[in-house]
T-cell receptor, first 112, second 113 residues
Framework: DAKTTQPNSMESNEEEPVHLPCNHS???????IHWYRQLPSQGPEYVIH???SNVNNRMASLAIAEDRKSSTLILHRATLRDAAVYYC?????????????FGKGTLLTVNP | NAGVTQTPKFQVLKTGQSMTLQCAQD?????MYWYRQDPGMGLRLIYY???????DKGEVPNGYNVSRLNKREFSLRLESAAPSQTSVYFC????????????FGAGTRLSVL
């Protein structure tokens, strides 16, 4: 089962950090953790991904627990434009079919 | 660089009508995907094409057919539309390698009356 568990919704204030949690307790050793987000009325867009080590890019940081059973997406300073649904996805590395399995994600509300 | 382009953006069909949703990518990606998204839900995979010349069923393939016309284009066909196929359809592409990022189009909003 490639499912992950995320809170249905979270709320943040503008310019404050946001920590979005994700549980993936059955993850296998070679499964990547991907994060995508979907702004209202748009297609999903890639945010960040990682395997074992913490990762940083211009959009966010990804902190992966040592046992890999959970991870946290960190937005360092939330803006109104970050209001979106955030999806944490376990990407099965088996075979050659790198399919994303989306859950319902976390709806992030950013207050001005 | 256009990325992933979907046409049309909006469509209204009557039950039983057929139509084809078009998708093209200009990133020279090997893999392409079709998803649908119903209100309040995450995306569900309909069909995918791991490489040119191959197609495979995803989670919800019933009522749909696909064609990987060439490396750039991947179309989704509804032969006899049903109200249950009212949804937003997204096309995506990726390099098709482990850990590869998927790039999504803007979506096609389809209503079947």
């Amino acid at each position: 089962d490639a499912k992950t568990t995320q809170p249905n919704s979270m709320e943040s204030n503008e310019e404050e950090p946001v920590h979005l949690p994700c549980n993936h307790s059955t993850i296998s050793g070679t499964d990547y953790i991907h994060w995508y987000r979907q702004l209202p009325s748009q297609g999903p867009e890639y945010v960040i991904h990682g395997l074992t080590s913490n990762v940083n890019n211009r959009m966010a940081s990804l902190a992966i627990a040592e046992d890999r059973k959970s991870s946290t997406l960190i937005l360092h300073r939330a803006t109104l434009r970050d209001a979106a649904v955030y999806y944490c996805i376990r990407l099965n590395s088996g075979g050659s079919n790198y399919k994303l399995t989306f859950g319902k994600g976390t709806l992030l509300t950013v207050n001005p | 660089n256009a990325g992933v382009t979907q046409t049309p953006k909006f469509q209204v069909l009557k039950t039983g009508q057929s139509m084809t949703l078009q998708c093209a990518q200009d990133m020279n990606h090997n893999s392409m995907y079709w998803y649908r998204q119903d209100p309040g839900m995450g995306l569900r995979l309909i069909y995918y094409s791991a490489s040119e010349g191959t197609t495979d069923k995803g989670e919800v393939p019933n009522g749909y057919n696909v064609s990987r016309l060439n490396k750039r284009e991947f179309s989704l066909r509804l032969e006899s539309a049903a109200p249950s196929q009212t949804s937003v359809y997204f096309c995506a592409s990726s390099e098709g390698v482990l850990g590869g990022i998927q790039y999504f189009g803007a979506g096609t909003r389809l209503s079947v009356l």
